[in-house]
């Protein structure tokens, strides 16, 4: 009896590792596609995801920087994060150094938006594939209050 008791705990902690693994993947998962398009975020593209952020976490997730331009539902008090494109680290918009490049992030919508970090890195890539520095194209977007 006792041996049994003690796999019916095992068992319940093995249901419940279970249940929220699968919590945790179907939460990733919502945020795997793009919100706008519902493009897959794929891995290699990550360098291209851009994130609406309210209150700390991403509320809306994007292929690329044209689809979160499109995006409508932007609050008061909501920012952009974009990725680094060298290091794939995650960037406040605000403080990213973007770049207009003949390189395309999204062949479907056709984006040649690039974001960096370092500026010197951004204007290696501007020289490299003749690009030019643009403002933060999502500057305008999320100031309707
Ligand atoms: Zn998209």
Redesign the pocket.
């Known amino acids: 009896m006792r041996c049994g008791g003690w796999l019916g705990i095992w068992f319940a902690a093995v249901v419940a590792l279970a249940l929220y693994g699968r919590a945790t993947s179907s939460h990733a998962g919502s945020l795997g596609r793009?919100s706008?398009?519902g493009?897959t975020l794929a891995p290699i593209h990550q360098v291209y995801q851009v994130d609406l952020m309210r209150e700390g976490r991403p509320v809306a997730s994007?292929?690329?920087v044209a689809?979160a331009r499109d995006w409508p539902e932007v609050r008061a008090g909501d920012w952009w994060q974009v990725r680094d494109e060298l290091t794939g680290g995650p960037l406040d918009a605000a403080c990213a150094c973007f770049v207009e490049s003949r390189i395309v992030s999204n062949a479907a919508?056709g984006c040649r938006l690039h974001a960096f970090r370092d500026w010197t890195v951004a204007a290696g890539h501007a020289d490299e594939f003749q690009g030019k520095r643009v403002d933060n194209p999502l500057a305008l977007a999320g100031k309707t209050e």
């Open positions: 793009c706008l398009d493009q994007f292929c690329c689809c919508r």
